[in-house]
């Protein structure tokens, strides 16, 4: 039987992971919002789960099999969400 994920938490705030992704957020937000059209949807999402994927990584201290797990995803998928495209 599968066990229930729960997001990961230590009750900090000002977390300087989070603050490094949310800006990594911000800035491709802005990216896309200041293009002289939108982004087709697939590409923004691409992005997205990238830049999450990397910052899980990196809580999880860069252990990729740990982070597939926070992520709830097998860990040949983890490895395209990070792949360059």
Same mark, same amino acid.
């Given at each position: 039987?599968? +066990? ?11 977390? &300087?992971?989070?603050?490094?992704? &949310?800006? *990594?957020? !911000?800035?491709?937000?802005? !990216?896309? *919002? ?10 923004? &999402?691409?992005?997205?789960? +990238?830049?999450? *994927?990397?910052?899980?990584? +990196? +809580? %999880?201290?860069?252990?990729?099999? *740990? %982070? ?18």
């Amino acid at each position: 039987m599968a +066990r229930a994920h729960k997001p990961h938490s230590d009750g900090r705030r000002g977390d &300087r992971g989070e603050a490094a992704f &949310r800006a *990594t957020l !911000e800035a491709l937000i802005d !990216e896309l *919002t200041s293009a002289r059209r939108p982004w087709p949807l697939k590409k923004a &999402r691409h992005l997205f789960e +990238r830049a999450y *994927t990397q910052y899980v990584i +990196r +809580r %999880a201290g860069s252990d990729r099999h *740990t %982070a597939a797990s926070q992520l709830d995803i097998g860990f040949s998928t983890l490895k395209e969400k990070i792949r360059a495209r």
